[in-house]
């Protein structure tokens, strides 16, 4: 599931990562920098999203 991640979506990823550090090493205060997850916890929300079964539809 993980090893066919979009390039752009990489990419993405990256950036988010370098600016975390960034915040991290220039002393931006926790409450404003990016709400950051570990990865293994991103990994298991994307693991539980893919395996709920789809909800009803309201009409």
């Not at 990562?17 to 926790?30: A, M, V």
């Not at 920098?33 to 079964?53: D, H, N, Y």
Request: some cysteine; glycine content about 6%; charged content about 25%.
């Amino acid at each position: 599931m993980f090893e066919n991640i979009p390039q752009p979506i990489l990419d993405r990823m990256q950036a988010l990562e370098l600016l975390d550090s960034q915040d991290r090493l220039d002393g931006t205060p926790r409450l404003e920098r990016l709400r950051q997850i570990p990865s293994e916890t991103g990994k298991f929300m994307a693991l539980m999203a893919a395996v709920t079964p789809a909800g009803r539809q309201c009409h």
